[in-house]
């Protein structure tokens, strides 16, 4: 950790930034964190995605929970909670659940897609949701609304009305790149990986089907 902090104060702010976005689009991409995220939308939505979708979100977020992306957020996760348990004094191990390990994967998520530009952020949304059109305009692309969100933060904190708005906060283009994160990209994102977190249970019971006679009907070589 010490090194890491060091090599971080030898680089430059756009070197860190960098590596931060480059953090950010892995995150974003990571199909085990995909999965995670789905299987908690379909199952927390079951009305929206109907029992084939709640089915096959099932298999996903119990097969990603069982990975290693998994398995080292569920360490973390121990490790943090062991770390403020011991510092006030209390006897014994934490139980960290399947909750406790999404709540920490959904969190890294919606930080991370706070750190990229618009642009960026619009192509991984496309990348997981094909059926997802949407031309952002040239104007927008380089916003990150991580940095918008500073911005709005400096100024509530420095303002001495209580009625200042977001509004009053930002230029137009900096309003339009928030509401087109908020409205736009963060749930068309969501979305896109819980649909296709979703999709398998639709074909699950023909597939099972489809192999037992497959199965039957392979040479007697192919078996073995």
């Known amino acids: 950790m010490a090194n890491q902090k060091q090599l971080q104060k030898e680089m430059t702010p756009e070197e860190i930034r960098a590596q931060q976005r480059n953090f950010a689009r892995k995150t974003l991409e990571n199909k085990v964190f995909q999965g995670v995220l789905g299987g908690n939308q379909v199952r927390s ?5 109907g029992q084939f979708g709640v089915t096959g979100a099932e298999g996903t977020y119990e097969e990603s ?3 290693d ?6 360490d973390a996760a121990y490790k943090r909670a062991k770390a403020r348990g011991d510092s006030l004094g209390v006897y014994g191990e934490p139980a960290i659940t399947n909750y406790e390990v999404s709540a920490d994967i959904i969190q890294q998520i ?4 706070q750190r990229l530009p618009l642009g ?3 192509e991984i ?4 949701a094909p059926g997802f059109k949407f031309d952002l305009p040239e104007a927008l692309k380089d916003y990150v609304i991580d940095d918008i ?3 709005i933060n400096i100024a509530k904190a420095t303002s001495r009305r209580e009625d200042l708005k ?3 906060i930002l230029t137009e283009t900096e309003y339009d790149a928030l509401m087109v994160y908020q409205g736009i990209l963060s749930q068309a994102y969501n979305r896109g990986v819980a649909l296709r977190t979703a999709q398998p249970g639709y074909f699950a019971d023909l597939n099972s089907a489809a192999e037992k006679v497959s199965e039957k009907y392979k040479p007697k070589e192919e078996k073995k």
Do not use: C, I
């Open 125 to 128: 949304v496309k990348g997981v």
């Open 166 to 168: 977001v509004e009053d």
């Open 65 to 67: 929970m069982g990975s």
């Open 149 to 151: 969100q500073t911005k």
């Open 69 to 74: 992306d998994a398995k080292k957020a569920r």
């Open 45 to 49: 939505n079951p009305f929206l995605y």
């Open 110 to 113: 919606e930080e991370n897609k």
């Open 120 to 122: 960026d952020l619009v």
